[in-house]
């Protein structure tokens, strides 16, 4: 009798905001082999005395490799597939790579890990150039009677006045995730200048009055306009078929690139990308603002 094949299983589960939630149970079967693989890897590199490098016995090397690691590096083989069969399977749009969190690993027993990401939140803009042609006419007719005649509004001001229309026409549900993910880079970012400048947290919230929670509540703001207005001239972007050049793609590095590294470090395909992407949400906010 043909000895039944073991799998991954995987359950699915989504929020009202578009936060999505995967549980992965992988039998102890699948573990133990992936676990001698990583092991194996692992003997590479450690020196283990009365053994000549990377031929110590597996369970030798296992003594010398902590259990972290060696639970990050097995599942770590077979997270990104499992993942990946998901997405496919589903027809997910994850806004970020997911979070892993490990449920269970007991010895002997299938092994349980939890996978939450969430969804790039949809957009419906409608007929947005009348919206935004509307909303931006009604605040800027003049009549005699309302004093001085304003004056010719800079291209900064006109973008500025474009941005809030857009933020107070087009609403977007954003996930909580993605408002924490940006909230915490923010923070980072901002715990780094301290440091730099050899403050405390403390005592830089105290110069300039904020708390903890009211820094944060600040930043949760920002952010969910940040995002939003990000979707929403990617949005716009797509509607227009508005196409970067990769001749535009290499001016933007080498004007952000002064040094030959920084250029390098940007000169990847995955930054190209964002970079791309920035490109088209530039555009597509000066087509907007052209409507002024």
């Not at 919230?205 to 929403?232: C, F, M, P």
């Not at 797509?238 to 000169?267: C, F, H, M, S, Y």
Request: charged share 30%; glycine share 6%.
């Amino acid at each position: 009798m043909a000895k039944k094949a073991v799998s991954i299983s995987s359950a699915l589960a989504k929020t009202q905001d578009g936060g999505i939630q995967i549980t992965f149970t992988i039998p102890f079967e699948i573990i133990s082999q992936t676990r001698e693989e990583a092991l194996t890897e692992f003997a590479k590199d450690i020196e283990v005395p009365g053994f000549r490098k990377g031929k110590a016995p597996l369970e030798k090397v296992r003594e010398r490799v902590p259990t972290g690691s060696l639970i990050e590096h097995t599942l770590s083989h077979l997270l990104p597939k499992a993942v990946a069969e998901v997405i496919n399977k589903e027809k997910l749009r994850p806004a970020i790579y997911p979070r892993f969190e490990l449920v269970k690993a007991e010895e002997g027993e299938a092994w349980q890990v939890r996978a939450v990401t969430c969804e790039v939140p949809p957009v419906s803009l409608g007929d947005y150039k009348k919206v935004i042609s509307g909303a931006l006419r009604a605040k800027s007719i003049w009549t005699p009677g309302q004093g001085e005649k304003p004056k010719e509004r800079s291209k900064e001001e006109k973008e500025q006045e474009v941005i809030h229309a857009l933020l107070e026409s087009f609403k977007v549900e954003i996930p909580k995730l993605l408002i924490d993910e940006e909230v915490n880079a923010r923070l980072s970012n901002l715990l780094e200048k301290i440091e730099r400048l050899g403050l405390t947290l403390d005592g830089y919230l105290a110069s300039v009055g904020k708390s903890t929670d009211s820094l944060r509540a600040e930043y949760e703001i920002q952010a969910k306009n940040t995002i939003a207005l990000d979707l929403i001239l990617t949005t716009v972007a797509q509607e227009e078929k508005i196409e970067i050049k990769e001749t535009e793609v290499d001016a933007a590095i080498a004007a952000a690139g002064a040094e030959p590294k920084v250029a390098e470090r940007l000169n990847t395909p995955e930054q190209r990308r964002l970079i791309r992407g920035v490109l088209a949400r530039r555009t597509a906010l000066d087509s907007l603002s052209a409507l002024l």
